[in-house]
């Protein structure tokens, strides 16, 4: 499959105004999508945030009994959460890449990055080569509704009142119209769970949040005398 375009560039353009834009467009619906993490599983060990951008999902479960890592392309959404002084190490990088060693970590968490990744099944291979047997996966994603009348109010509203706001306060709309476009393209549930099984995780469950707008995806990575 091929890559698909580098979307850090369009993350470093928007970085100033990301997450209080996020806030705004879901009226503020995504800060307690985020908060449910911690129901899911107790933070503990090496944990990763692939895609942290300023740090938003890792601040939700930083305790003292876990290292938290985030890792992201976009180098201006990692200085944000730098000098908010989240105790996490920021690392610039990609998911399809990971410079770390096989099994490093505990879990691996990821909110609203699997849409925007260059190549999807690469950085699946990547996270099953440096989590730890029989540890979790944990992708938080929007997808886009099947109900027809919330699929007409996400296209009016994202593909084009928040475009239009966006454009008023200064920003570019064409950048917003991306993010809204990118979760239509992006798999349905069915087909993305399909996509995990390939990579062969095991135990692969979903939670749906406010009317399936967002989903939490949750895994595990098989021990290896018990795969096949
Ligand atoms: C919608 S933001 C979400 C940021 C953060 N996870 C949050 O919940 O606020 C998507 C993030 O994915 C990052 N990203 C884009 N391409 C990536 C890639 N190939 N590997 C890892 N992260 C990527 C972007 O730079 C951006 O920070």
Redesign the pocket.
Known sequence: MRDKK???PL??KIAKH??TF?IFASFGIEKSW?RRIKTLFIPKGNIL?????????SKTIINDNCSVFG????IK?LKIGKQRKYNLKFIN????NLPFKDNSFDFII????FR????INR?LSEIKRVLKEGEKLII?EFFWPENHLLSLFFSIYLGHLLPFIYKIFGGNSQDIKY?CFSIKKFYNVKNFKSLLKTHEFDNIRYLNLSFNLARYFIMEKGKENEQN
């Open positions: 580098d979307s850090a993350f470093n990301y997450d996020n985020r945030d692939l895609g942290c951008g300023s740090g938003q999902f890792i992201d392309p976009a959404m990088g990609y998911g399809e990821s909110a609203f990055v925007n990744l260059k190549n950085t938080l993010l």
